[in-house]
T-cell receptor, first 114, second 114 residues
Framework: ETGVTQSPTHLIKTRGQQVTLRCSSQ?????VSWYQQALGQGPQFIFQ???????GRGNFPPRFSGLQFPNYSSELNVNALELDDSALYLC?????????????FGPGTRLTVL | GNSVTQMEGPVTLSEEAFLTINCTYT??????LFWYVQYPGEGLQLLLK?????DKGSNKGFEATYRKETTSFHLEKGSVQVSDSAVYFC?????????????FGPGTRLSVLP
């Protein structure tokens, strides 16, 4: 069974640029959630996709957008990057988009905005 | 809105000591509650969960009971080991009017000394 994978591992961008992060969900999972984790803090929920539809969104501006594909992999896009966007971005997959589901986290993408 | 408050760390204990990490939450309705753990050099993984009031989650000697009356989900272990050294995150999930929402606490770093 393949776990959750994310790419790239690390990324450096400059302010104002756009970035796309990718996530492959665990086999059999149809739900993907994205989180931003600043250094020394807990993950902050960005949004969740269930069967290609947005299934919930945290308190992030519209320049954070996402997609989920028919194979349930997902992308997180961030436009007009700001310095404060520097963080570890985590993807988590789960079975069925329910509040009771366990989430399985990937290793994360470390984004640095200069 | 939904929130999670978790005791600040770091917490340093000697091997075989008793561990309590306090967690309280604010949420309407009945959220699901989780403890996730991050071992050094590894990703976030589920430690235990409880999905309704008075449920007790347990795993690897750790326990936590969902207390609706005190809105708490404190993590306990009777005898910690060096291998328990990690960062522990309390979290809740709940489906609201606008979809799923997930909230993590800031994390508590535990160091266990031999």
């Amino acid at each position: 069974e393949t776990g959750v994978t994310q790419s790239p591992t690390h990324l450096i961008k400059t302010r104002g640029q756009q970035v796309t992060l990718r996530c492959s969900s665990q086999s059999g999972h149809n739900t993907v959630s994205w989180y931003q984790q600043a250094l020394g803090q807990g993950p902050q929920f960005i949004f969740q996709y269930y069967r290609e539809e947005e299934n919930g969104r945290g308190n992030f501006p519209p320049r954070f957008s996402g997609l989920q594909f028919p194979n349930y992999s997902s992308e997180l896009n961030v436009n007009a990057l700001e310095l404060d966007d520097s963080a570890l971005y985590l993807c988590a997959s789960s079975l069925a988009g329910l509040s009771t589901d366990t989430q399985y986290f990937g290793p994360g993408t470390r984004l640095t905005v200069l | 809105g939904n929130s999670v408050t978790q005791m600040e760390g770091p917490v340093t204990l000697s091997e075989e000591a008793f561990l309590t990490i306090n967690c309280t939450y604010t949420a309407t309705g009945y959220p699901s509650l989780f403890w996730y753990v991050q071992y050094p050099g590894e990703g976030l993984q589920l430690l235990l969960k409880a999905t309704k009031a008075d449920d007790k989650g347990s795993n690897k000697g750790f326990e936590a009971t969902y207390r609706k009356e005190t809105t708490s989900f404190h993590l306990e272990k009777g005898s910690v080991q060096v291998s328990d050294s990690a960062v522990y995150f309390c979290a809740l999930s709940r489906r609201g009017n606008y979809g799923q929402n997930f909230v993590f606490g800031p994390g508590t770093r535990l160091s266990v000394l031999p």
